[in-house]
């Protein structure tokens, strides 16, 4: 589409966005959104002066966002048990690995499998089939399979199992009975709209790049994008703080969203 673009209008802008790194792609677009929804939990945690250290983690899906969520999980020293696909879940009680974690890439981006072949390579795990992963105990969970994956019922059961926090990596992957159960629990629950936003801000600063005609690094990327993960969160605890010092994230984000939008039309003379 790029090419197509740049023949018909002979010019080079950041109009599209995910491009090859040969021509003004970002360094870590494939890892962003992956490594932005921990970002936000790594904030999320150290509002309560905890960190991931020892929390046990159960992430849903094994595409590029699952798989990035891993890595930045593992390098920030949290142990995750569950990843899956739509035939079912793997439990690995051991925990995944930098090992586990590239086998995984190996099977899913090159082999094009199934996780059920997971235990095959680690017969120690178990593969639930047709399973969620939601009905197992952690401190952390994060879908970043598809919409609508957790309903009241798989909330209820997290709720149950003593987890703290919900970070969203796909699309709205909880549904509204499910947001009912974790706002009424007050444990940390961070919306989609602002938890998976890496992916569209490594677009944006691959936009910035190219308009001004350099490219940035991989770390220099990587920086940009956790301070934009943390402003969102900043933002987040201005406009979600109740009375009783909780936050409300996903209050947070909608009312910032709003400002935001609000406080540019006003600029514009729009309003």
């Known amino acids: 589409m790029f090419g197509q673009y740049k023949r018909i209008k002979n010019e080079f802008v950041g109009v599209l966005t995910g491009k090859g790194l040969s021509f003004g792609g970002s360094e870590i677009r494939t890892e962003a959104t992956g490594y932005g929804l921990v970002y936000f939990m790594e904030d999320m945690l150290q509002h309560r002066n905890q960190n991931f250290v020892g929390k046990v983690c159960s992430v849903s899906g094994s ?4 798989q990035y969520a891993v890595e ?3 390098a920030l020293g949290g142990k995750v048990v569950t990843m899956s696909d739509s035939s079912g879940t793997i439990y690995d009680k051991e925990g995944f690995n930098t090992e586990k974690l590239e086998f995984v890439k190996h099977l899913k981006e090159v082999k094009r499998g199934r996780m059920s072949e997971y235990i095959k ?12 992963p939601w009905s197992i105990a952690v401190d952390l969970a994060f879908p970043c399979a598809t919409q609508n994956e957790i309903n009241a019922e798989d909330a209820q059961i997290l709720v149950n199992n003593g987890c703290i926090g919900v970070a969203e990596g796909a699309n709205m ?6 947001i009912d159960i974790f706002q009424a629990a007050k444990i940390m629950f ?23 005609r350099l490219s940035w690094s991989r770390d220099e990327l990587n920086q940009k994008l956790r301070a934009i993960m943390g402003d969102i969160h900043r933002k987040c605890v201005q406009y979600g703080k109740t009375e009783d010092g909780h936050i ?24």
């Open 63 to 66: 595409g590029n966002v699952a």
């Open 72 to 74: 930045k999980i593992l």
């Open 121 to 132: 390579q680690y017969p120690k795990a178990q593969f639930l089939e047709g399973k969620t």
């Open 173 to 178: 992957p909880s549904d509204k009975g499910a």
């Open 190 to 212: 961070a919306p989609s709209k602002a938890a998976n936003a890496g992916g569209v801000a490594v677009s944006g600063l691959e936009m910035t790049q190219n308009s001004m």
């Open 248 to 271: 409300d994230y996903l209050k947070g984000a909608n009312v910032a969203g709003f400002v935001k939008v609000a406080d540019t039309m006003v600029a514009y003379g729009i309003i």
